[in-house]
């Protein structure tokens, strides 16, 4: 047993799978507390299209880092490190068990290992920076990077193009510059003692349960949600109103797509990004899979082990 350390149970898993649900259970079980790592359900105001617990459940578990910033305020991943570096502290303090929960695994791996190991790949800003270089030339590229982060551009030669990308991408990401971020990471040693649960599903249950999500949040009021957040002056080009979900109901409001093709979209997003989230659980090593409602004895008992110092 590692002495000294936080200790956090993250539930893992694909969207739809039933996270929420065996985290309250667990936190019940243990008189544990949920810290978020969902990145939609940081925004206050989006409820139902991030399926955020609702003021129920959150009377009988306590979350943190949900309904923190409003839609149009600046979030990201080095953002929410801080943000649940401090919350883990504060728990830690007062010695509660923490459970570690939310389906945007970016946020999880960032916290657990840093931001530089944390960082994937982000297509879309790598396409916005090759178009610059395109259009006006590598040195454009380059004196940009100079002058959002000089410590960074000095190690880094003019003609490197794939080390000024990737610097670049670093910092619109996590908006924190990379010469920060390597020293930070420089120093950086083993912050938590961590049990990762993953929770699997047979594709086409999977599947159905993302069917029967969406069309329970279209009774539950998505589309009225999205229209109050217009109404509210949350336009529809916000990060977050861009997010599965809320992207559509806003193609739909704007007369792009009709209702039903909108929530045909959403299903089929939503399907895609599950299968996407698997692909990146699947490379890590760590995480010991469980299938429910069966494996729910094995799962309880690992957990119990773990905060109690056994072998989990």
Do not use: C
């Amino acid at each position: 047993m590692t002495q000294g350390k936080p200790k956090l149970l993250v539930i893992l898993g694909p969207t739809a799978v039933g996270k929420s649900k065996i985290g309250i259970e667990l936190a019940k079980g243990i008189g544990g507390e949920i810290v978020n790592a969902d990145s939609i359900q940081v925004y206050r105001h989006l409820n139902i299209g991030t399926a955020k617990p609702d003021e129920e459940l959150r009377k009988q578990v306590t979350h943190h880092l949900i309904d923190i910033i409003d839609p149009d305020e600046e979030f990201n991943a080095g953002m929410y490190r801080k943000a649940a570096q401090g919350v883990i502290t504060g728990l830690y303090n007062k010695s509660a068990k923490i459970i570690l929960l939310g389906g945007t695994y970016l946020y999880v791996r960032v916290l657990l290992h840093g931001i530089i190991e944390g960082i994937s790949r982000d297509s879309e800003i790598r396409e916005r920076l090759r178009k610059l270089k395109s259009i006006f030339g590598l040195s454009y590229v380059y004196e940009k990077l100079k002058s959002l982060d000089p410590d960074a551009a000095i190690k880094i030669h003019p003609n490197d193009y794939v080390r000024i990308e990737r610097a670049l991408e670093a910092h619109y990401i996590t908006g924190t510059k990379m010469s920060e971020l390597q020293v930070e990471h420089s120093f950086k040693g083993n912050e938590y003692e961590v049990l990762k649960i993953g929770l699997f599903e047979e594709r086409d249950i999977l599947r159905n349960k993302i069917d029967e999500r969406v069309d329970r949040m279209m009774r539950e009021g998505l589309v009225e949600e999205v229209k109050k957040l217009r109404e509210m002056g949350y336009g529809k080009e916000l990060k977050p109103m861009q997010s599965i979900g809320y992207k559509h109901i806003n193609q739909y409001l704007d007369g792009e797509v009709t209702l039903d093709k909108a929530i045909e979209l959403i299903k089929r997003d939503t399907k895609r990004f599950a299968k996407r989230q698997m692909t990146w659980l699947r490379k890590d090593i760590d995480i010991q899979w469980h299938h429910l409602p069966e494996d729910l004895d094995k799962i309880l008992k690992a957990v119990k082990n773990f905060f109690s110092g056994g072998d989990s």
